[in-house]
């Protein structure tokens, strides 16, 4: 009997990955221009995503739009579309369904596949992990997967790490060293 197995996929940039996509697809996306989302917050703009040339300038998600664009002010702001950022979600997860039929949403930027007794048709839980995460990266999305019994351990291992395989019965032993304050984030 098969013991259930979850790959938990988190896109951390999905916000500003959707948008970059759109943008590219129509030739108007430089990939050097550190690019964010900003969302309103008690009448503040705070960054809300950010890709990785922005990163790299120091700018970090839930800092004000005022202290990034004072670091970068040839920053690129884009705002913050939820809804949108949601149906994405929503089309990925259709589309993993290629996977596993048991696709559920871990919002707002994850997504948990119960993929228990499939993985071998993929070569594999690792092999399935590879071709999944690959398939989206082609596709421009920044993604981060680990695979566990669980789904909160393998949503935290895949939060802190990515292309990790838990062995069964190995949650706490893999959890261990990450801070409690990780757990289940």
């Avoid at 935290?156 to 990450?178: D, F, Q, S």
Wanted: hydrophobic letters at 45%; glycine letters at 8%; proline letters at 5%.
């Amino acid at each position: 009997m098969s013991r259930r197995r979850i790959l938990s996929l988190w896109l951390p940039r999905l916000p500003i990955d959707r948008i970059q996509r759109f943008f590219g697809k129509v030739g108007l996306h430089k990939s050097n221009e550190p690019s964010i989302v900003v969302i309103k917050d008690n009448n503040a703009l705070l960054i809300h995503a950010l890709d990785e040339a922005a990163e790299r300038l120091g700018l970090y998600i839930g800092q004000p739009l005022a202290n990034a664009r004072a670091m970068c002010p040839d920053l690129k702001v884009f705002d913050a579309d939820t809804v949108a950022d949601a149906k994405t979600l929503s089309d990925i997860a259709d589309w993993c369904d290629r996977f596993t039929p048991l696709v559920a949403l871990d919002a707002p930027h994850g997504l948990f596949l119960d993929i228990t007794g499939c993985a071998h048709l993929f070569g594999g839980e690792a092999a399935l992990m590879r071709t999944l995460c690959g398939a989206l990266t082609a596709q421009g999305f920044a993604v981060s997967a680990a695979i566990a019994s669980t789904s909160i351990c393998a949503r935290t291992i895949g939060r802190h790490g990515h292309g990790r395989v838990v062995a069964e019965g190995k949650e706490a032993e893999a959890v261990k060293p990450l801070p409690v304050a990780t757990l289940g984030a």
